[in-house]
C-alpha cells in the first residue's frame, strides 16, 4: 500500500510513456518536477487487467476514461516518489549527489 496521500509533494521519477499510451493524456508528468498530489483512488494499469493506485495532480488536468467509471486518467504512484523521502536520502547519503525540488513543479536542482 502507498503512503502518498492528498496534499502530498512528490516527484517524478519515470515519465516513459508508451506512444499509445500517451496519446490518451493532454498533460504528462515530467521526470525530475515535483507536483502535488490532488486526489489518489484506485486505478487500472492500461493492461486493463491490473489495479493500481492512481494519482491525480494539481496543474494536470486530463480527458475522462471511456470506460464505465468515466474517471479522469490518471498516473501510476509506481512513477513518483515522495519529495520527503527524496530529501532523506539526501541527507543521508552525502557521498553522492541527489536531486531535491526547490519549488512544486520546478525542475530538481542539486544539492
Partial sequence: MSNIEQGD????????FKP????????????????????????????????????????????????RSKLERGFSETRFRKLDELKDKTRQSKTEPETVADAVGQELVEV
Fill in 20 to 67: 499509445q499510451v500517451a496519446e490518451l493524456y493532454t498533460a504528462l508528468p515530467k521526470e525530475g518536477f515535483s507536483y502535488v498530489v490532488r486526489e489518489v483512488r484506485l486505478g487500472i494499469r492500461a493492461d486493463c487487467k491490473t489495479g493500481d493506485l492512481s494519482l491525480l495532480l494539481v496543474g494536470l488536468v486530463n480527458p475522462k476514461a471511456d470506460s
Fill in 9 to 16: 509533494h512528490v516527484v517524478c521519477i519515470d515519465d516513459k
